[in-house]
């Protein structure tokens, strides 16, 4: 059975930052790909950024336009963990975040939310003006 377990969120002002976690237990997830999605109040789940090994061996990231430039994915293979870094934060960051895993191998469809076979119980990130 696999476990994904985000944490790090919390309570911050605009401009702060915070460092989401996120790890998977249960197999390991080399080729896979790991991403994180977040849903604001009222709104449906969007994508945020994912990272993915290629079958060369090399990782590909990629980012919602609007979090490009201040947000930045990692992920630790050995550890089964992926991050998430999130600088100058704003409020309409505010949201809860989740991560996810797309099991298919070296997948392309990162930011398509029905890709990913597991997901993780969600933290939340508030973002006060």
């Known amino acids: 059975q696999v476990h994904l377990v985000e944490s790090g969120g919390g309570l911050v002002q605009a401009g702060d930052s915070l460092r989401l976690s996120c790890a998977a237990s249960g197999r390991t997830f080399v080729s896979a790909a790991m991403g994180w999605f977040r849903q604001a109040p009222g709104k449906e789940r969007e994508f945020v950024a994912a990272v993915v090994r290629s079958r060369g061996g090399t990782y590909f990231v990629d980012y919602a336009d609007s979090v490009k430039g201040r947000f930045t994915i990692s992920r630790d293979n050995a550890e089964n963990t992926v991050y998430l870094q999130m600088n100058s934060l704003k409020p309409e960051d505010t949201a809860v975040y989740y991560c996810?895993?797309?099991?298919?191998?070296?997948?392309?469809?990162?930011?398509?939310?029905?890709?990913?076979?597991?997901w993780g119980q969600g933290t939340q990130v508030t973002v006060s003006s």
């Open positions: 996810a895993i797309d099991t298919t191998p070296y997948t392309t469809g990162l930011r398509t939310l029905r890709n990913y076979d597991y």
